[in-house]
């Protein structure tokens, strides 16, 4: 059995796959469904994610949950604090006792949806209803100007 594929045809898929957004590198950030935080600032988020900010509006301890081996987390990290990844890592083993590290996405979703006050960072590919996701800028992942992708 022979496919016989036109070259319009597999441009037109060329086309398609190249006009798709890349997902690997758009991260959500996440709370508890209970949380009341539904949308923050950039700076807000920055803040949160460099342990300057430690309390959610209503007095909660923020709980920061950090996926152990996330190159997307840790680049959207760098960009969303403007460090190095020498600073990053410097900062991290400064604050690894106020910080939960887990092992997957997976774990950082249950870490968040089970710890009043937590907020993770995940692939927007593995969020799920369990959690909810935070606008950030107005803006909901894969639109531009959510962190800095």
Same mark, same amino acid.
Request: hydrophobic fraction near 35%; charged fraction near 30%.
């Given at each position: 059995m022979t496919v016989n594929i036109s070259r319009s045809t597999v441009l037109l898929l060329l086309a398609l796959l190249l006009a798709a957004p890349c997902f690997a590198h758009h991260m959500a950030v996440?709370?508890?469904? /209970?949380?009341?935080?539904? %949308?923050?600032?950039? %700076? /807000?988020? @920055? &803040? =949160?994610?460099?342990? %300057?900010? &430690?309390?959610?509006?209503?007095?909660? !301890? =923020? &709980? +920061?949950?950090?996926? @152990?081996?996330?190159?997307?987390?840790? =680049?959207? +990290?760098? @960009?969303?604090?403007?460090? !190095? @990844?020498q600073e990053w890592q410097t900062w991290f083993n400064e604050h690894k006792d106020s910080v939960k590290v887990v092992d997957s996405d997976q774990d950082v979703l249950s870490y968040v949806e089970s710890t009043p006050g937590a907020v993770g960072l995940v692939r927007v590919r593995s969020v799920t209803g369990r959690v909810k996701v935070v606008r950030v800028n107005g803006k909901m992942p894969m639109e531009r100007g959510y962190l800095s992708h």
């Open positions: 996440v709370v508890s469904k /209970q949380n009341p935080a539904a %949308e923050m600032t950039s %700076e /807000q988020v @920055r &803040k =949160i994610f460099r342990a %300057e900010t &430690k309390e959610w509006p209503d007095g909660t !301890s =923020i &709980k +920061l949950v950090l996926h @152990r081996e996330s190159e997307d987390q840790l =680049i959207t +990290l760098h @960009r969303l604090n403007g460090i !190095s @990844r």
